[in-house]
């Protein structure tokens, strides 16, 4: 009895090891891979310089107004706060005269200026890649064809989005309404904001509403509180979602206000727009964690962009630092054909080995749906690896995370 149990413990310990070396290159690669807790007192310095030039106090930058009017959105002010040679100025001046860009002093301090090809900086400061792209398309999700009134897009049988607000706090590089950000921020009219809550109280079948823009958080409170108590007078509406990416790039906007408000109204789910590792930093976890605190389900929703996160282990640690956020990985989308954004743009195969290399490799909890948009708002369609390798009349063939192909009884 006692050498059998030795045995069966022996081959434990074998696949332990076994399981061990399936992540070991993962764990190296971990040992130089930079983030936003690693990166933190790098970027506590960057908060101080940048601080000091706009003779601001700690409330000052505490407070999301603060970091909303301060907006970084000329090259003057820019290489200030910033070392970029001339030539990166010229593309700036240049690419900023066909798309719109700012950036919030938050979202800037995170820049590691030592790095050329920071993923940060590639997200926020225009490059030259953007003014000479001229193929794709403005709205490749036709989005002009889903909307049924101004603010809304319809594009799925039991749930819509509203388009409350054009602004964000700072205009990814990667945005895929472009577009719509124009050169001025606009909320949109409470006329049409109140035309689109009467849209889905006239529609029975919309059961699920969600606040987006432009960025859904750049309304003030006492707007949003409106919204989600018109929401919550209709009674077929059984959820309320926010899309909102300022945990990212302002997360001074979740002042406990917001956080009252929203745990008056639950459920409320918010997705917001983490890609890279580096952006998971102290401030932006504090605040998921209040979010959470109020009853907010949080989910996360990436792109997949070149040199910022189309590599498997960059993938696999921001959704792993995703969980210790509170925030669920939700979807990895496939980048679109946007004009202006090209560069970043890889082929599909990538996103479905980044699936391949997180399904059994880390918690199902940290693996996301990866989707590619169907042309034309034709719908979110997954793209996954195959583990469904062949069938027969009463067995298939199955394939492990590991890669072992195994026959399964059907
Ligand atoms: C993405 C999207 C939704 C939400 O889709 P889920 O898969 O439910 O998250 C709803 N409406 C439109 C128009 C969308 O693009």
Not at 283 to 294: G, N, P, W
Request: net charge neutral.
């Amino acid at each position: 009895m006692a050498e059998e149990i030795t045995k069966n413990q022996q081959k434990a310990l074998d696949r332990a090891d076994i399981l061990k070396s399936a992540i070991a290159d993962y764990r190296e690669a971990l040992k130089t891979m930079s983030t936003g807790f690693t990166h933190w007192p790098r970027i506590l310095e960057n908060q101080k310089r940048i601080k000091n030039f706009f003779k601001a106090s700690d409330e000052d930058w505490n407070n999301w107004r603060w970091q909303l009017k301060n907006r970084i959105t000329t090259t003057a002010v820019l290489k200030e706060l910033l070392p970029l040679t001339k030539q990166e100025l010229d593309d700036i001046e240049k690419t900023g005269s066909l798309y719109r860009w700012a950036v919030s002093p938050y979202y800037l301090s995170l820049i590691d200026a030592d790095n050329p090809v920071d993923p940060v900086k590639l997200q926020c400061i225009p490059q030259i890649d953007e003014y000479v792209d001229h193929g794709g398309y403005d709205d490749p999700m036709g989005e002009e064809f889903t909307s049924p009134t101004q603010a809304v897009t319809r594009r799925y049988a039991d749930r819509l989005i509203i388009k409350v607000t054009n602004q964000c706090a700072m205009y990814c590089r990667h945005c895929q309404r472009r577009r719509a950000i124009g050169e001025k921020d606009l909320a949109t009219p409470k006329k049409h904001l109140e035309e689109a809550i009467e849209y889905v109280r006239n529609n029975e079948e919309i059961r699920d509403v969600l606040l987006t823009g432009g960025d859904g958080f750049m309304l003030d409170n006492q707007t949003i509180e409106w919204l989600l108590d018109e929401l919550d007078q209709i009674p077929h509406v059984e959820i309320k979602r926010f899309g909102s990416r300022t945990l990212v790039t302002m997360p001074q906007r979740i002042d406990d206000e917001l956080c009252r408000i929203f745990s008056e109204h639950l459920p409320l789910y918010v997705n917001t727009h983490f890609n890279s590792p580096l952006e998971v930093t102290p401030d932006a976890q504090e605040a998921c964690f209040k979010l959470a605190r109020s009853g907010v389900s949080l989910g996360n929703q990436a792109v997949l962009l070149k040199g910022v996160n189309n590599d498997p282990f960059v993938m696999r640690k921001l959704n792993q630092d995703l969980l210790k956020c509170m925030v669920r990985p939700y979807y990895i989308f496939h980048a679109k054909a946007v004009k202006g954004t090209a560069h970043f743009r890889t082929k599909v195969e990538e996103g479905i080995e980044i699936m391949e290399k997180l399904r059994g490799f880390t918690s199902g909890l940290a693996i996301p749906t990866f989707v590619v948009n169907a042309p034309l708002g034709q719908g979110k369609t997954p793209m996954l690896p195959e583990y469904l390798v062949s069938s027969g009349k009463d067995y298939i063939m199955i394939r492990t995370w590991e890669n072992k192909v195994l026959k399964y009884d059907n």
